[in-house]
């Protein structure tokens, strides 16, 4: 009931105390609490790099759900045999339910991955050099300053005339964007690829079961 309630609330209302979280983690504060002797208590600055796209990413509350539907139809019968012969708890879930879990292991890593290689809007708010920018915010911007040097008036033209030289000699072009747009969602494809392979498998086990 708590992990459906989270999914309730809208992805605006978590922005703020995800912003927080990354800017000094694992305090969701606009600032970092003091030690009685004055000193700032350890804290991680996750601001403008990669693991602040990644890092909440990680977690997702239909995942959790996926996962607990899917461990409710284990067999009870094959983890009491596991408890007979002598494994732990442990033991169990690492030997057995783990690789009897890989096709939804493949679909909740599928489904985070597309969900964070394609953001917009998270990525943009917390990275802010343009070297570790997401490809979907790197091609947004390029599409804006190649819209700006494409200025139909002469006086506009001219002011952007060096701004259009350095992007056409870096070879900016639609062309380009096009290119840019298709290599983006080549991971994406590959990803689904392998996915897709282990949710079939683990619909024919459940179908013969």
């Known amino acids: 009931l708590f992990f459906i309630g989270t ?17 000094h983690f694992p305090y969701p504060f606009s600032f970092v609490p003091v030690l009685p002797s004055g000193d700032p208590y350890p804290s991680i600055q996750l601001a403008d790099t990669l693991w602040a796209v990644i890092i909440p990413g990680v977690f997702n509350s239909f995942g959790f759900l996926y996962f607990k539907a899917y461990f409710d139809t284990i067999p009870d019968s ?9 494994g732990s708890e442990l033991n169990i879930f690492r030997r057995i339910v783990i690789p009897m879990s890989i096709p939804v292991f493949a679909v909740v890593m599928a489904m985070q991955f597309n ?8 990525p943009s708010l917390v990275i802010y050099n343009s070297q570790n920018l997401p490809i979907t915010v790197a091609a947004y911007k390029l599409i804006n300053a190649f819209m700006q040097t494409g ?3 002469t006086a506009a033209l001219a002011q ?3 701004r ?3 992007l056409a000699s870096q070879g900016l072009s639609w062309n380009g964007i096009m290119v840019l747009s298709i290599l983006q969602s080549i991971p ?3 990803v689904f690829l392998v996915s897709f392979r282990y949710l079939l498998k683990g619909v024919r086990v459940r179908g013969l079961k």
């Open 188 to 190: 994406v494809f590959l």
């Open 78 to 86: 094959i983890l009491q045999a596991a408890r007979v012969d002598g």
């Open 115 to 122: 969900g964070v290689w394609d953001s917009f809007l998270w």
């Open 160 to 162: 952007q005339a060096t």
């Open 164 to 166: 259009a030289s350095e």
């Open 151 to 153: 200025s139909t008036t």
């Open 7 to 23: 999914m309730l609330l809208p992805g605006a209302v978590t922005l703020v105390p995800s912003y927080l979280l990354v800017q």
